[in-house]
């Protein structure tokens, strides 16, 4: 069985502060990795996808890969009472299309003004 | 330029029923995915059209099916309801099967009781 693996959280940072979001993945094979934003009550929104080992930035966020150790995170630098939210980790299921992902539960993220 | 749009928003069904749910893609999107999210849970994979034909699916029994017209608009459906398809189900369109850069509509909300 495939896996995607998140703590659920919530986790609660003050404003300003680093927030740091953590996967790891089971499937050895998988070759693209997503982070996508949920809002509550709403659809999920892609805000970072990285498929090379390392770090790729994007403004105040920063995904990291660590492929050897199936791990990939998500840091926001400058958290801001807006990105709370819920933050879902995907992967995509080796051997199937790109669009066959496999998500993890998601972490509650709480940015606290 | 329209994004993802679903219908019905909700819908209150009974155990043993028929539901179809309908999705148009983004402007230039020609495949659509179908995931089912429970409560507190992150989206599951059901399955993936393009060019009308099922590409990839999840593992979800065959009262779960699914359409795709010529104009790239999709249906979702399922029958003889159970309680336990008492979920959200989101429509995701991209273009073509090589990205999981996925756009999700806000989905339909499906109870059965």
């Known amino acids: 069985q495939k896996e995607v693996e998140q703590n659920s959280g919530p986790l609660s940072v003050p404003e300003g502060a680093i927030a740091s979001l953590n996967c790891t993945y089971s499937d050895r094979g998988s070759q693209s990795f997503f982070w996508y934003r949920q809002y509550s009550g709403k659809s999920p929104e892609l805000i970072m996808f990285i498929y090379s080992n390392g770090d790729k930035e994007d403004g105040r966020f920063t995904a990291q890969l660590n492929k050897a150790s199936q791990y990939v995170s998500l840091l926001i630098r400058d958290s801001q009472p807006s990105d709370s939210a819920t933050y879902l980790c995907?992967?995509?299921?080796?051997?199937?299309?790109?669009?066959?992902?496999?998500f993890g539960k998601g972490t509650k993220l709480s940015v606290k003004p | 330029d329209a994004g993802v749009t679903q219908s019905p928003t909700h819908l209150i069904k009974t155990r043993g029923q028929q539901v179809t749910l309908r999705c148009s893609p983004k402007?230039?999107?020609?495949?659509v995915s179908w995931y089912q999210q429970a409560l507190g849970q992150g989206p599951q994979f059901i399955f993936q059209?393009?060019?009308?034909?099922?590409?990839q699916r999840g593992n979800f029994p065959d009262r779960f099916s699914g359409h795709q017209f010529p104009n790239y608009s999709s249906e979702l459906n399922v029958n003889a309801l159970l309680l336990g398809d008492s979920a959200l189900y989101l429509c995701?369109?991209?273009?073509?099967?090589?990205?999981?850069?996925?756009?999700f509509g806000e989905g339909s909300r499906l109870t059965v009781l």
């Open positions: 995907a992967v995509n299921e080796y051997g199937g299309s790109q669009g066959n992902l496999i």
């Open positions: 059209y393009y060019e009308e034909e099922e590409r």
């Open positions: 995701a369109s991209t273009r073509g099967l090589n990205t999981g850069e996925l756009f």
């Open positions: 402007s230039g999107h020609d495949t």
